[in-house]
């Protein structure tokens, strides 16, 4: 997987990993409340959701963080990622409720430290993943109809 992302974007994130490892749970869990409060029609999505997804969410957001130059690195994850949306029925439109979330979540937790430059640098690196998360999901979808 290579990465469109410009090098500051990417520097940016980088930098914020160790913050999402420190506070990355909080973020998470204000992720999946937010969530659930302007999007019901999510909660659905992960009735079935390990009681500790929150964990494995922000585990997984501080990794891609971590790891955003090498994507690569992430292959498996991914993959576990993909398939687990899948079983859940998630949809290319949910992507952009689960962006407002967690943007949201992060401002929440982080306060003024989740500036501007922030904020706009995850909006973007967001937007990758899901990218990339819906083409695979959708090739998924496409081979259980097959």
């Given amino acids: 997987m290579t990465t469109p992302l410009s ?3 990417i520097a940016i994130v980088k930098s914020t990993a160790p913050v999402l490892m420190e506070h990355g749970n909080a973020i998470t869990t204000r ?7 302007r999007y019901p029609q999510t909660r659905a999505l992960f009735a ?5 997804q929150s964990v494995k969410l922000a585990t997984a957001v501080a990794a891609y963080a971590a790891n955003i130059d090498h994507l690569e690195a992430l292959t498996a994850a991914v993959d576990k990622i ?4 899948v079983r859940s029925g998630v949809q290319p439109e949910h992507y952009p409720m689960v962006a407002d979330a967690i943007i949201s979540a992060m401002g929440d937790v982080l306060g003024a430290a989740a500036t501007p430059e922030i904020v706009s640098a995850w909006q973007e690196a967001y937007q990758l993943l899901a990218d990339l998360l819906i083409a695979a ?3 998924c979808y496409a081979d259980q109809q097959a």
């Fill in 7 to 9: 090098a500051e974007t």
């Fill in 31 to 37: 992720l999946y409340e937010i969530l659930f409060e």
């Fill in 48 to 52: 079935n959701a390990a009681t500790d």
């Fill in 82 to 85: 993909v398939n687990a949306h």
């Fill in 137 to 139: 999901e959708s090739r």
